[in-house]
Nanobody, 120 residues
Framework: QVQLVESGGGLVQAGGSLRLSCEAS????????MGWYRQAPGKQRELVAK???????NYADFVKGRFTISRDNAKNTVYLQMNSLKPEDTAVYYCNAGVIVTGGYGMDYWGKGTLVTVSS
């Protein structure tokens, strides 16, 4: 089994910053892509940013220039630095990882989410 645990969410004023972390643990052989998704009330879950094993990154247009995704492969951890936060960034942020487990097969895992609230 693999677990993803997010941390770093909270309440921040518009224009402020937060840093999210997500650590993967368990029967991990290797991790391909790691990413962050978010889901606001009444909306579908959407991709925020993704980082591939070779450090190639993808960002949603609505966070380009404000958010930065990074990863520490030695710690199986992905980070999301969020700057210039806006009220519309308020959502539950979920970590996602494509993991090759020690049994040799690949699976997609999700964390339970961390709430980010941006006040105006």
């Amino acid at each position: 089994q693999v677990q993803l645990v997010e941390s770093g969410g909270g309440l921040v004023q518009a224009g402020g910053s937060l840093r999210l972390s997500c650590e993967a643990s368990g029967s991990i052989f290797s991790i391909n892509a790691m990413g962050w998704y978010r889901q606001a009330p009444g909306k579908q879950r959407e991709l925020v940013a993704k980082i591939i094993s070779g450090d190639s990154t993808n960002y949603a247009d609505f966070v380009k220039g404000r958010f930065t995704i990074s990863r520490d492969n030695a710690k199986n951890t992905v980070y999301l630095q969020m700057n210039s936060l806006k009220p519309e960034d308020t959502a539950v942020y979920y970590c996602n990882a494509g993991v090759i487990v020690t049994g040799g097969y690949g699976m997609d895992y999700w964390g339970k989410g961390t709430l980010v609230t941006v006040s105006s």
